[in-house]
T-cell receptor, first 116, second 112 residues
Framework: DTGVSQDPRHKITKRGQNVTFRCDPISEHNRLYWYRQTLGQGPEFLTYFQNEAQLEKSRLLSDRFSAERPKGSFSTLEIQRTEQGDSAMYLC??????????????FGPGTRLTVT | GENVEQHPSTLSVQEGDSAVIKCTYSDSASNYFPWYKQELGKRPQLIIDIRSNVGEKKDQRIAVTLNKTAKHFSLHITETQPEDSAVYFCAAIADSWGKLQFGAGTQVVVTP
């Protein structure tokens, strides 16, 4: 499968624990996005990267959240001291942008986080 | 920032009928509007998109129309089939880097 992959697909954790998710974008895609989706809602933007540079963080991303894309390839999203409100599907998307025209973002299958 | 509203939240249609989903956006600078289909437990997949220099785009049974003056765009599915059953999301570009602002989604159910 040459699409966007995410690991793990499901994560159950207890409140207060730290979790880390990984996203592998489509090879050579220079932009990578993280979104969060709760039940019955559309994905909400969290943060994005142009190569290894993190360009913007949403206000949804509290200080407990951190994301990295160290070599401009895969990315990790870490949540520290998880809360029940963090339970959601975390989606990663990537795109290849060469100019100023917007192009399709390809989504991964998501990581479903359940905080008990 | 950009705000996207989507209606209806649920839509039931008989197989063979048409389905229409409408979205409005707030930022007049938005110029790219994709539509995603998400089946239960699966990733969102782009089904069609439209840019602001075009008023309508069609791909087989799917079409999208854009009214920049009114700041709304619509998805039209003709001759619906059971496999069209899914949640459909509209979105608008919210900044120059491609950040998407999604609508809340429309659950489409096509009954045979």
């Amino acid at each position: 499968d040459t699409g966007v992959s995410q690991d793990p697909r499901h994560k159950i954790t207890k409140r207060g624990q730290n979790v880390t998710f990984r996203c592998d974008p489509i090879s050579e895609h220079n932009r990578l996005y993280w979104y969060r989706q709760t039940l019955g809602q559309g994905p909400e933007f969290l943060t994005y990267f142009q190569n290894e540079a993190q360009l913007e963080k949403s206000r949804l991303l509290s200080d407990r959240f951190s994301a990295e894309r160290p070599k401009g390839s895969f990315s990790t999203l870490e949540i520290q001291r998880t809360e029940q409100g963090d339970s959601a599907m975390y989606l990663c998307a990537s795109s290849l942008v060469a100019g100023t025209e917007y192009v399709e973002q390809y989504f991964g299958p998501g990581t479903r986080l359940t905080v008990t | 920032g950009e705000n996207v509203e989507q209606h209806p939240s649920t839509l039931s249609v008989q197989e063979g009928d048409s389905a229409v989903i409408k979205c409005t956006y707030s930022d007049s600078a938005s110029n790219y509007f994709p539509w995603y289909k998400q089946e239960l437990g699966k990733r969102p997949q782009l089904i069609i998109d439209i840019r602001s220099n075009v008023g309508e785009k069609k791909d087989q049974r799917i079409a999208v129309t854009l009214n920049k003056t009114a700041k709304h765009f619509s998805l039209h599915i003709t001759e619906t089939q059971p496999e069209d059953s899914a949640v459909y999301f509209c979105a608008a570009i919210a900044d120059s880097w491609g950040k998407l602002q999604f609508g809340a989604g429309t659950q489409v159910v096509v009954t045979p």
